[in-house]
């Protein structure tokens, strides 16, 4: 098993920066991939970013790209979603997830490929 805690969220202006941060304990040796997701209700639960646990690879939504960026601290076991120039439209509750899912090319986006999860953090930007 692999246990994800999260930090780091709260209220922010339009145009403010956050710093989620997501560290991982118990069974780490297998986690290949780490993601971020969010989720607003009534709505499905969004990919924002993703990056290789060994590092390199990284993905992002087209809403995020340019403005967020995530990132990974092994020796800590903690991953970032580092987020600037924050809009209303990013205000949801940000998930932490832990991928075993292997692939040479792909990094995956679907959240049915994630089977470890955080807690959820609240994310507020206000116009």
């Known amino acids: 098993q692999v246990q994800l805690v999260e930090s780091g969220g709260g209220l922010v202006q339009a145009g403010g920066s956050l710093r989620l941060s997501c560290t991982a304990s118990g069974r780490t040796f297998s986690i290949r991939v780490m993601a971020w997701f969010r989720k607003v209700a009534g709505e499905e639960q969004e990919f924002v970013a993703g990056t290789r646990w060994s590092g390199g690879t990284t993905s992002y939504a087209d809403s995020v790209k340019g403005r967020f960026s995530i990132s990974g601290d092994n020796a800590k076991n903690t991953v970032y979603l580092q987020m600037n120039n924050l809009k209303p439209e990013d205000t949801a509750v940000y998930f932490c997830?832990?991928?075993?899912?292997?692939?040479?090319?792909?990094?995956?986006?679907?959240?049915?490929?994630?089977?470890?999860w955080g807690q959820g953090s609240q994310v507020t930007v206000s116009s």
């Open positions: 997830a832990a991928s075993t899912y292997s692939h040479p090319a792909i990094l995956p986006t679907a959240r049915e490929r994630y089977r470890y």
